[in-house]
């Protein structure tokens, strides 16, 4: 029998922790993140079905900035985590008016359709379902919003972020115009 070197074992377990571990501190980038659903998806190929997971993200600093994603994977970790980095991706700036938006605004997506009203301060923010974390992630504090048609959470996301994406004051259109607001 061999005589095995109790160095070289050192070395090989070193080297075998050395690949799998992280040493790297998470940046803290000021983000706040909310998964707002996560949901099993099957697909039947000739062999069965094979299960996946797919993950509705949303992160904002609630500051009026504010970004939704989709991750999609065979487990609910890895499908969470590509959710996170699509939604920081997809990031906007939104238009605000103090601590409301600016006008009332309709928009849909798909079958649902999101409709977005100022609110007087200190109202706070009313909202259900899936636009609620949306709205809160992004700074609004006081708005009123209701959901119409369809109440499947990935449109009704999409409708609230393309809602808040189309917002304007008068000023912005009044510059997209080439006239002053009170030509407006």
Same mark, same amino acid.
């Given at each position: 029998?061999a ?15 050395r ?20 949901r099993?998806?099957?697909? #039947? !190929?000739? *062999? =069965? ?6 993950? +509705?993200?949303?992160?904002? %600093?609630?500051?009026g ?6 991750g ?6 890895n ?42 301060q200190?109202?706070? #923010? !009313?909202? *259900? =379902?899936?636009?609620r974390?949306?709205?809160? +992630?992004?700074?609004?504090? %006081?708005?009123?919003?209701?959901n119409?048609?369809?109440?499947n ?11 808040l994406?189309?917002?304007q ?16």
């Open positions: 029998m005589e095995v070197n109790k160095n070289d074992n050192k070395r090989r377990s070193d080297n075998k922790s690949g799998r571990r992280d040493d790297r501190k998470p940046v803290d980038d000021g983000l706040t993140k909310i998964m707002v659903n996560v099993s998806v099957q697909k #039947v !190929i000739k *062999g =069965g079905r094979t299960l996946s997971f797919s993950a +509705l993200c949303v992160v904002g %600093d609630k500051k900035r504010v970004g939704i994603g989709t999609k994977a065979r487990e609910t970790v499908a969470i985590e590509k959710g996170f980095n699509d939604a920081k991706k997809n990031m906007i700036t939104i238009t605000m008016a103090g601590t409301t938006i600016p006008h009332e605004i309709k928009m849909k997506y798909g079958a649902s359709l999101i409709h977005l009203m100022p609110a007087k200190g109202t706070g #923010v !009313i909202a *259900g =379902g899936a636009a974390p949306v709205l809160e +992630l992004a700074g609004i504090k %006081d708005i009123t919003a209701k119409h048609g369809s109440n959470k990935i449109n009704t996301v999409r409708a609230t972020f393309e809602a994406k189309a917002l004051t008068a000023e912005q259109v009044a510059e997209n115009r080439g006239k002053t607001v009170e030509e407006l």
